[in-house]
């Protein structure tokens, strides 16, 4: 039965007596998040505010810096989704092209936005057990924040209690890992991370004891957060498949306030949930365990790009195209972005992987660029050399939208047509960033993991991107998220029955039960029920199970900007509080 409907509590509407009893049971790690931009503003929230010249400075200097935003609770890699999703007024940006710029802190106000005024840095599975109780007694909604990392804002909400697992740290190996519970024949080579580690951290720590850990693309991405729990694509995916596929256990807080163990022998339920039905929903992750595969794979790497003149890019994404399906069967993943291609593959030989990339070789020198065919004895290596220059930017305004593109669409004159037209369709407005990583080759059993089975039968993982700025109008801001959903639906159009990325999907992404889930929705629905039965837990778009509703940014017929919020909770002392 669904508990009836009552109104979300704002943290302010609390007594202060509750807060400090708070405070107390998580040993005083309750503290009171606010925008990290904030010393540099004159007004916070419309009234009068001292600015500090000094810790403004160090704000500016580390405004794009992940290594900053990642060790401040206030700020998130995409800075924009804090604040356009919540009203047409609020927002507390720097330009993130010249953070200095004194026109942002000069011309307007900084506001809280979706930033959670209060904040549990998590050391313990007691520290979440208290949050879910505070939550459920007082109807405080719950978020889960760790590195920052989301393309979609749900790692942030207005006026809610944050739990920030930053902090949960350590990792360690074994070569007979046995998930716990399970036959002592079930032995495997693998990694366990706390939730708070980032994958630097995490493959110097691999490189050293001689192992490779499949992961993100990014220093700063958790790796036993929302990167694994959605999915999990590396440029490695092609031959060693998803976070997701190799994923072995999970120590899990779930809202019951039971700590849980997950894994093929016991809770077997929630652990398939968390192989791809999205981290904030079934609980919170302490530490995971993963497979990893042995350090000495050397990799075949071609870094190749050329300067953009006129219309040179249109024969650079035929030969892509056309070229596709051979390089996928060759174990080919990488990042491809307007005139630039870095690929990697542990499968072919330095002359095998030279022959294979010698038609678009030839284009690129054809047009004054570069052409780099090298081996790498590491990912470590590779992830030196060439990840920490061309990872993805942090502290921007930037709106992204993404589709799984099928295989079938590059094994046929039609099809390669079709992807050809839709990427010509987009280039007045944008390149397309184009990951090849997803686990074509990967030997994947069906039904193991609860991502969209789209990964599976593709060959791209393509976005669009759009983008407004700290000064944009309303209307900018606007005309942005209406863009990338334009850009976005030309790869919808000839993959109606594919899927998207769950952390990289539209923020207002079609028919997302479908785009992220596919057939698994059903499923995860009932699990979600099974282990949050007052639904403590949710995002936006993580499910949208019948308990909270809660909805960025809204462009309506008048163009603004609305934060719509619907908490089903149960107990009989809101009415008290109220």
Not at 85 to 98: G, P
Not at 120 to 149: C, M, Q, W
Not at 172 to 179: A, N, R
Not at 455 to 461: G, R, V
Request: net charge neutral; charged share 15%.
């Amino acid at each position: 039965m669904i508990p009836p409907a009552i109104a979300l509590v704002a943290p302010s509407a609390l007594p202060r007596a509750l807060w400090d009893s708070l405070n107390v049971t998580v040993g005083g790690r309750l503290a009171q998040g606010t925008p990290v931009s904030l010393p540099c503003f004159n007004t916070y929230d419309g009234q009068s505010y001292q600015r500090n010249g000094t810790a403004c400075a160090a704000v500016e200097s580390g405004y794009t810096s992940p290594s900053f935003r990642v060790e401040n609770f206030g700020a998130y890699m995409q800075a924009s989704l804090l604040f356009s999703r919540t009203s047409t007024s609020e927002q507390c940006l720097l330009d993130m092209s010249n953070p200095s710029n004194p026109q942002a802190w000069t011309n307007f106000n900084c506001s809280q936005g979706a930033i959670p005024p209060y904040y549990i840095e998590v050391r313990s599975a007691k520290d979440v057990i208290a949050a879910y109780a505070f939550s459920e007694a007082t109807g405080v909604p719950l978020t889960i924040k760790n590195a920052g990392h989301d393309y979609k804002g749900r790692s942030s909400l207005k006026n809610s209690l944050a739990l920030w697992t930053l902090n949960l740290k350590g990792i360690s190996y074994s070569k007979t890992f046995v998930p716990e519970g399970c036959p002592r024949h079930l032995k495997y080579t693998a990694m366990t991370v706390g939730a708070g580690m980032g994958w630097a951290d995490v493959y110097q720590y691999a490189d050293a004891n001689n192992f490779t850990a499949i992961g993100g693309y990014h220093q700063t991405i958790g790796a036993s957060g929302g990167w694994i729990m959605g999915g999990g694509h590396s440029v490695l995916t092609p031959v060693f498949g998803l976070g997701v596929d190799r994923a072995l256990e999970f120590k899990i807080v779930t809202p019951d306030g039971s700590v849980r163990t997950a894994n093929e022998c016991q809770n077997s339920d929630l652990y398939w949930a968390l192989r791809g039905g999205g981290g904030g929903t079934f609980g919170v992750v302490l530490e995971s365990s993963s497979l990893v595969e042995p350090r000495t794979i050397p990799l075949q790497v071609a870094n190749l790009s050329f300067p953009i003149v006129g219309n040179n890019t249109h024969d650079w994404f035929k030969i892509l195209i056309n070229n596709t399906y051979k390089w996928g069967t060759e174990g080919w993943g990488g990042h491809i972005q307007g005139s630039s291609l870095i690929n990697v593959t542990p499968l072919l030989s330095i002359d095998q992987a030279k022959e294979s990339l010698q038609e678009v070789s030839d284009y690129v020198l054809s047009q004054n660029g570069t052409v780099v065919v090298e081996t790498l004895p590491s990912w470590y290596a590779f992830f030196t050399k060439y990840v920490l220059a061309a990872e993805a930017p942090v502290g921007t305004e930037y709106l992204l939208g993404t589709r799984l593109m099928p295989s079938s669409l590059f094994q046929t004159q039609t099809g390669m047509e079709q992807m050809y037209n839709a990427i010509l369709n987009i280039l007045p407005y944008a390149y397309p960033y184009i990951v090849v990583g997803t686990p074509f080759l990967y030997n994947h059993t069906a039904g193991t993991t609860s991502v969209t089975p789209a990964w599976y039968n593709s060959f791209w993982h393509i976005s669009a991107r759009t983008s407004f700025l700290f000064n944009s109008t309303l209307a900018a801001k606007v005309n942005a998220y209406q863009l990338g959903n334009q850009l976005v639906q030309n790869f919808y159009n000839i993959s109606p029955d594919s899927g998207a990325y769950f952390n990289e999907g539209l923020v207002y992404e079609p028919n997302y039960q479908q785009s992220y889930w596919g057939p698994n929705y059903d499923r995860l629905l009932s699990i979600k029920k099974k282990y949050d039965p007052l639904g403590l837990l949710d995002c936006w778009q993580c499910g949208e199970f019948p308990y909270m509703f809660i909805q960025p940014l809204v462009v309506d017929s008048e163009l603004m900007f609305q934060l719509g919020s619907r908490v089903n909770l149960t107990r009989g002392i809101l009415a008290g509080l109220k």
